[in-house]
């Protein structure tokens, strides 16, 4: 099965700056990815994916992702961060063989405003 | 749509005692799940099913129980509450959708505190 890294726990950032969220997976074969976020107190929804094509993914509220295969990367980023950016995010990878869906622990970002 | 619905939002158990709880959804989705959220440990899967009278485990199925009698509903059943088991549990559904895309989609929640 599947395994998935996303390397921060926790992310302190300003207003205005710059994010980018890392996520790594280990998998040889077709997968899909995913970009959850949980505001707080709230269930998962989701801010992007990436199925097959462009492997730059825009989702919303500005966010984008970039799949880079050789590395088994999916790395989540929003050039300007708001307060309301606040939330848990989740990257999760699903392989395509058997609908295996794996979640990563999360990375909680914390926006000050 | 409703989407995907989860009963109770929160709930307080003995040790030993037992629970269902409900999830149910109205897209008419083939797939449903039953995750579980630990603070820093992200979702673990306990079941999954491909439909109606199919289930089957996933990471963490030690201590629970599942049905699926109609597409639409999908309990998950403790039998012996343990503290072990307070956590957050979310139900999920998806279809392949385009692509096989399986998409998932979430519902609130329910809170357990096992004591």
């Known amino acids: 099965a599947q395994s998935v890294s996303q390397h921060n726990h926790h992310v302190i950032l300003s207003e205005a700056a710059s994010l980018e969220l890392g996520c790594n997976y280990s998998y040889g074969g077709t997968v899909n990815l995913f970009w959850y976020v949980q505001y707080p107190g709230q269930h998962l929804q989701l801010l992007l994916k990436y199925f097959s094509g462009d492997p730059l993914v825009k989702g919303i509220k500005g966010f984008e992702a970039e799949f880079i295969k050789s590395k088994f990367s999916f790395n989540l980023r929003k050039p300007s961060v708001q307060w309301s950016d606040t939330a848990e995010y989740f990257c999760a990878v699903n392989a395509i063989r058997n609908n295996d869906m794996r979640f990563g622990a999360g990375t909680r970002l914390t926006v000050k405003p | 749509n409703a989407g995907v619905t989860q009963t109770p939002k929160f709930r307080i158990l003995k040790i030993g005692q037992s629970m269902t709880l409900q999830c149910a959804q109205d897209?008419?989705?083939?797939?449903m799940y039953w995750y579980r959220q630990d603070p820093g440990m992200g979702l673990k899967l306990i079941y999954y099913s491909v439909g109606a009278g199919i289930t089957d485990k996933g990471e963490v199925p030690n201590g629970y129980n599942v049905s699926r009698s109609t597409t639409e509903d999908f309990p998950l059943r403790l039998e012996l509450a343990a503290p072990s088991q307070t956590s957050v549990y979310f139900c999920?559904?998806?279809?392949?959708?385009?692509?096989?895309?399986?998409?998932?989609?979430f519902g609130p929640g329910t809170r357990l505190t096992v004591t």
């Open positions: 897209m008419n989705h083939n797939y």
């Open positions: 999920a559904s998806s279809s392949p959708g385009l692509a096989g895309s399986y998409e998932q989609y």
